[in-house]
């Protein structure tokens, strides 16, 4: 409420900071000039900048706060009936790497060709690993199997600080993988410095009952199961994972990235948009424009990725082969909200002002990057109002298609150190 020492504007601004302070300050950010030459209405100084910018920053928190509200409800409305109460008890070491049919692509590679490309001294540290199972709701996809892999501070003798927190990252695998698939990747981060953490998504890795697990519940949820297996689900996971997270006394809480690749990377997209505690956010090959593709025909490619529920959806329909109406009315019956209230537009912006770092091939016919020029366009102007713009980036790299090369690896890497400065000792 206005009180007469307030005027309208002064209210306006206090209130606006209120709020994006609760995007920005838990994470220690600190807002700087858009332009320095611009000392008017375009400076993005915390206490500066003018009534319309403060407005501006005070509308891109409120629509992220709201979008934010809504995607959880709608999880929530699906999930809350199976909580439990978090338990943790031992998981058990996975040999080799699961995969599930179709026959896997060589997606997961890349993490061996970029670690292997990795500078390691002669006293390369030796790992702990942890094998996890994290139960969050009834049922069997209710029991999360997690892979922590972490440097092996013999007594402690490379950290002078007995209570020392190390940053984490989240690695999140593609479709028809498991987290064993990114074992390479994980202990490149680990040798680093970092708690790296994989997880099995929803009806992959221990979480699958087939070989045929993924799929299964893609035509199922078409089927009405109530599940929301190919993206929401596993975002919903996410957030009680981060819970377990940060009650860790290994973990800096302030800390914690997330990074994931095709399938990974999309749940990396909504895991952060969920939750703001991912204080910096990767997703590879994973971001692009639902609505967009269906609008523009070209949705195909990624039919192609996941194509029996929209098969068995067509013949429902009595239809001889999938068109944009089959793949829209499957997308929103599995993933409600994905193609428009959800869509890329509207959650990737949520994530500002945390730092954000999308990678996409150029030529990827899964994530169309012509789909993404009005999220982009849209993200970039919010960081730039909230006083963050070089916490934002988009690389779409030229001549890659679907493939999350080594390239994109290292600017990941570079990122997360910039960010989240995990500190070793050679």
């Known amino acids: 409420m206005t009180t007469?020492?307030?005027?309208?504007?002064?209210f306006m601004r206090l209130d606006s900071q209120r709020l994006i302070a609760s995007q920005t300050i838990k994470f220690g950010l600190v807002p700087t000039s858009v332009d320095e030459e611009d000392e008017g209405s375009r400076r993005c100084a915390w206490n500066g900048g003018s009534v319309l910018q403060e407005r501006r920053r005070y509308e891109w928190a409120l629509e992220g706060e709201t979008i934010r509200k809504e995607l959880m409800e709608l999880l929530s409305s699906r999930h809350e009936k199976l909580s439990v109460p978090i338990t943790l008890w031992p998981g058990v070491h996975v040999e080799g790497e699961v995969f599930q049919l179709p026959s896997p692509s060589d997606l997961h590679s890349a993490a061996h060709e970029y670690t292997n490309q990795m500078f390691f001294s002669s006293t390369t540290p030796q790992f702990i690993e942890e094998n996890l199972i994290l139960q969050i709701e009834a049922g069997e996809q209710g029991q999360v199997p997690i892979l922590i892999i972490k440097r092996n501070y013999a007594v402690r003798e490379e950290k002078q600080d007995q209570h020392w927190h190390d940053p984490a990252i989240v690695i999140l695998h593609s479709s028809y993988k498991s987290k064993e698939c990114l074992r390479a990747l994980l202990k490149n981060y680990a040798t680093r410095g970092y708690v790296a953490i994989g997880v099995d998504s929803r009806h992959h890795g221990q979480r699958a009952a087939s070989k045929t697990a993924y799929s299964d519940a893609l035509v199922s949820a078409w089927k009405n199961s109530k599940e929301m297996p190919f993206i929401f689900d596993t975002a919903w996971d996410l957030v009680k994972l981060m819970d377990y997270l940060t009650s860790r006394d290994d973990i800096d809480s302030k800390r914690i990235g997330i990074l994931g690749i095709s399938l990974g990377g999309m749940h990396t997209w909504f895991a952060a948009t969920l939750d703001p505690r991912y204080a910096v956010v990767v997703p590879i090959i994973g971001v692009q424009n639902f609505g967009w593709a269906i609008k523009n025909d070209k949705w195909h490619a990624r039919v192609a990725s996941i194509p029996h529920?929209?098969?068995?959806?067509?013949?429902?329909?009595?239809?001889?082969?999938?068109?944009?109406?089959?793949?829209?009315?499957?997308?929103?019956?599995?993933?409600?909200?994905?193609?428009?209230?959800?869509?890329?537009?509207?959650?990737?912006?949520?994530?500002?002002?945390?730092?954000?770092?999308?990678?996409?091939?150029?030529?990827?016919?899964?994530?169309?990057?012509?789909?993404?020029?009005?999220?982009?366009?849209?993200?970039?102007?919010?960081?730039?109002?909230?006083?963050?713009?070089?916490?934002?980036?988009?690389?779409?790299?030229?001549?890659?298609?679907?493939?999350?090369?080594?390239?994109?690896?290292?600017?990941?890497?570079?990122w997360f150190d910039k960010f989240l400065e995990p500190q070793v000792s050679h």
Request: glycine share 6%.
């Open 4 to 10: 007469a020492a307030q005027s309208p504007e002064e």
């Open 309 to 414: 529920a929209f098969e068995i959806a067509a013949k429902d329909f009595g239809k001889k082969s999938i068109d944009s109406k089959v793949v829209s009315t499957v997308l929103d019956k599995i993933a409600p909200g994905l193609i428009d209230q959800f869509d890329s537009q509207h959650t990737i912006p949520a994530i500002a002002p945390r730092p954000l770092l999308i990678l996409n091939g150029k030529e990827d016919p899964r994530c169309p990057i012509d789909g993404l020029e009005f999220t982009i366009d849209k993200t970039k102007k919010i960081y730039a109002d909230y006083g963050f713009p070089h916490n934002f980036k988009f690389i779409a790299e030229p001549n890659m298609g679907h493939y999350p090369s080594s390239s994109m690896l290292h600017e990941a890497s570079c």
